[in-house]
Structures are given as structure tokens and as C-alpha cells.
């Protein structure tokens, strides 16, 4: 390697010597690294999981795909997947119903009210990529997990501090926001808990390894409206650089032909995958990067809506119990691959750390003075950047 230090840009993310510099403290080698190398993202037909009677050749070529999609992009798109469109469309139905609201109705329901990070987010509250100006375009809606409502939920026995307050808008203005998002969610969650003992299967453990440590599993539902974007490739971005924070999130989007979604290959690319009707995206967050060493990596993404129509979509993100301690498993801790990981943590730890991180504006952001910085900046890895 040269001695001089190369700065390139990769979008707006700072490279520095090969290695790209997110906000929130994010890096990934972009070359050298464990996963990254591909050119597209993989398809997968879930037939073989939904369908019980399916082979175990069948079955075993569905870990295999899984394991390959997961090792390499951190991306798949799944089809087959079980779920009845008419769910989703009526998921699509609710939001739409939110984000027409008057915008002071949305305020009522204003994250900032929320200590749990649920509820309204108005254009440019966030700015997940602080190596950009802009700020992001997105509207969003977040809500999470209610143990009264999952199907297999446990109701009182989920410890009271971990539960979600969700905001929700006043029924008489919205009424199909709740009944279809709630309706959504527990679709996800079969669909996730599914998904993950095929996971499971792939690191190698017993199909129930996921399903023993997610009895109050993570079940957030983001919505969000992202506007048709007119400063392309300036310094605005429908949603910044990031990594997801869960186990696994699935995103499902309408119009589903728009590229907006980017996905970074490791030569420092951004990748969208090609979406057909009735499809989800699905993408590993950082908890899977913990437990596996990062063999299985939470990829970098983004959002630009460059289209002339607006977006909307729905990422749901799946984790594990949020007091479930996540520590790397030692078979993918080799001499090629050291510990990335120095201690575990769990879901709600590393959560919140994120989200103080991502809302700058919320009332517990994390306190810049302390950082020793002028105010506004800090360092990552030696880079002075705006924002945290
Ligand atoms: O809108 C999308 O497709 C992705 C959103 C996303 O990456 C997120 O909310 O974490
Ligand atoms: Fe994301």
C-alpha cells in the first residue's frame, strides 16, 4: 500500500486509504473486506421454505442461497415469500392516509414527543449521512413492537422498560393507520421468524437459535415518503449513507419500479436491485455484523429518489429481544479474520447509541461538548466531520 494518504469520494462518504467514512462512526474497507464483492443483487425464491412439502434437496440449496446472498451483498430480494399482497397494499393504503395529513396533525404524533425514537419525522429532521450538507428529504412514521398485538406475543411477561410507546394519529383523522400497519406487522413477523431458521441453518446452529432469543422480538415499521428529488446528486439525498441498526429488515415499495434504494459494493459502487410486483428487499443490520463477525455484514445503503413520482416504502426491521445479549460466535473469529467485536451488547444498548447518534435534534442526542470539538463537528478515525 502507498504511503501517501488517497481522499477520493464515493458519493459523498469520505474514503480514506481504501476505507470508507460513514457518520455514526461507521467505516467499512472497501477493498480487503469480508462480503462486498458483487455487481447485483441476488433474487431469492423463498418456495422452499413456505411450502412444507418441499425436499430437503430443495431445502438445502435455500440455505446455500441464503448464505452466498448474505456472505457477499448483506442484499437479496425475495419472491415467493407467503405474504398476500393485499396486506401490503393496505399497509401502502395507511401511510398514505398518515403522510396526507395536515402537517400539524403530524406534529401531534412529533418523535421528539417519544423516548423510544416512535412516531412523526419531517423533512430534513434527520441527517444520517453528516458527510452531506443537505440533510434528508424523507418523511417517516415509525411505530414498534406490541406484545399484544404479535400473534405469539407475551403480553405482560415482555419486561415493561423495553417496550415501545408507539404515537399513533387520533383514529377520527386517520383510520386505517393502526388496524393496517398492525395488520402488516404481524405478516412480517411470520415472515422474519421464517426467515431467520433458514438464517439459523446457514451459521449453522439449530432453526430455533433466533426464534429461543426473539420472544419479544425488535418489530419496527418505518414508513416513509420520500418527494421526487430535483437536487440529484447535490448535496441532498432522499435518506444519507447508513447501515441498518437490527438483525434483518425486509422493505417493500411503491411504485415498485423505482431505483431509489442504493446498495455500496465494495469497489465503491452504488447498486440498486431490479424489483418486480409483489418482491421485498431484505438486507442484514449490524446485530447479524456482531454475531457473525461481519461474514454476514450489514451493507451500506442509501435512498435518491430520482423519479419523477414519489416514493413510498415500508422497511421493517427484525431483531432479537432487545435485553438478548448479541456476542460474535467463535467459529467466525479466525486468524483471516480477527474479532471485530470486542464486547457483546445488546439490541437496546447499541439501539440507542444509534439513534442518538441519527437524531441530532432529539432531546437525547448525544452531548457534542463533551466530544472536546468545536460545536457542530466531530472526528471518526481522524476525519472532522459535521454533525453527531
Ligand atoms: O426506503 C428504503 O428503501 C430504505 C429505507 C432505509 O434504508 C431505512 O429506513 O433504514
Ligand atoms: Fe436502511
Not at 432453526?207 to 432469543?213: H, N, P, Q, S, W
Request: hydrophobic share 35%; aromatic share 8%.
Amino acid at each position: 500500500m502507498s504511503e501517501t494518504t488517497t481522499e477520493t469520494m464515493v458519493g459523498t462518504a469520505g474514503v480514506i486509504n481504501g476505507t470508507l467514512q460513514l457518520s455514526q462512526g461507521i467505516t467499512r474497507k472497501l477493498s480487503g473486506g469480508v462480503g462486498g464483492q458483487f455487481k447485483e443483487i441476488p433474487v431469492i425464491d423463498l418456495t422452499a421454505m413456505i411450502n412444507p412439502s418441499a425436499t430437503e434437496e430443495e431445502k438445502s440449496k435455500l440455505v446455500t442461497d441464503i448464505y452466498d446472498a448474505c456472505s457477499r451483498v448483506g442484499f437479496f430480494v425475495i419472491k415467493n415469500h407467503g405474504i398476500e399482497w393485499k396486506i401490503v397494499d393496505a399497509a401502502f393504503d395507511s401511510i398514505k392516509e398518515f403522510f396526507d395529513l395536515p402537517m400539524e396533525k403530524k406534529m401531534e404524533v412529533h418523535q421528539s414527543k417519544s423516548v423510544s425514537y416512535q412516531g412523526y419525522e419531517e423533512p430534513y429532521y434527520t441527517n444520517v449521512d453528516r458527510l452531506k450538507r443537505g440533510g434528508d428529504l424523507k418523511e417517516s412514521f415509525t411505530t414498534g413492537y406490541d406484545p399484544f398485538t404479535d400473534p405469539l406475543g407475551v403480553g405482560d411477561a415482555m419486561p415493561e422498560i423495553l417496550r415501545r410507546h408507539n404515537l399513533w394519529p387520533n383514529p377520527k383523522d386517520a383510520p386505517k393507520v393502526k388496524p393496517g400497519l398492525e395488520q402488516y406487522r404481524a405478516a412480517c413477523l411470520k415472515l422474519m421468524r421464517q426467515l431467520t431458521s433458514v438464517i439459523a441453518l446457514a451459521i449453522g446452529k439449530n432453526e430455533d437459535f433466533f426464534a429461543k432469543k426473539a420472544t419479544y422480538p425488535i418489530a419496527g415499521i418505518r414508513s416513509l415518503y420520500y418527494p421526487p428529488q430535483e437536487n440529484q446528486g447535490g448535496e441532498e439525498v432522499g435518506l444519507g449513507a447508513h447501515t441498518d441498526v437490527q438483525l434483518i429488515t425486509m422493505i417493500a415499495q411503491k411504485p415498485y419500479d423505482i431505483q431509489a434504494l442504493e446498495v455500496l459494493n465494495a469497489a465503491g459502487e452504488w447498486i440498486s436491485p431490479t424489483l418486480e410486483p409483489e418482491t421485498f428487499v431484505v438486507n442484514l443490520g449490524d446485530m447479524m455484523g456482531r454475531l457473525t463477525n461481519d461474514k454476514f455484514q450489514s451493507t451500506v445503503h442509501r435512498v435518491c429518489n430520482k423519479d419523477a413520482r414519489g416514493r413510498y416504502s415500508i422497511p421493517f426491521f427484525y431483531g432479537l429481544n432487545n435485553d438478548e445479549l448479541t456476542e460474535t460466535l467463535p467459529q467466525f473469529v479466525t486468524p483471516e479474520n480477527p474479532l471485530q467485536y470486542e464486547r457483546g451488547m445488546t439490541g437496546y444498548e447499541h439501539y440507542n447509541m444509534r439513534m442518538q447518534r441519527a437524531h441530532h435534534k432529539h432531546p437525547s442526542a448525544v452531548n457534542k461538548v463533551l466530544l472536546g470539538l468545536p460545536p457542530g463537528m466531530t472526528k471518526i478515525d481522524g476525519v472532522i466531520v459535521e454533525g453527531l
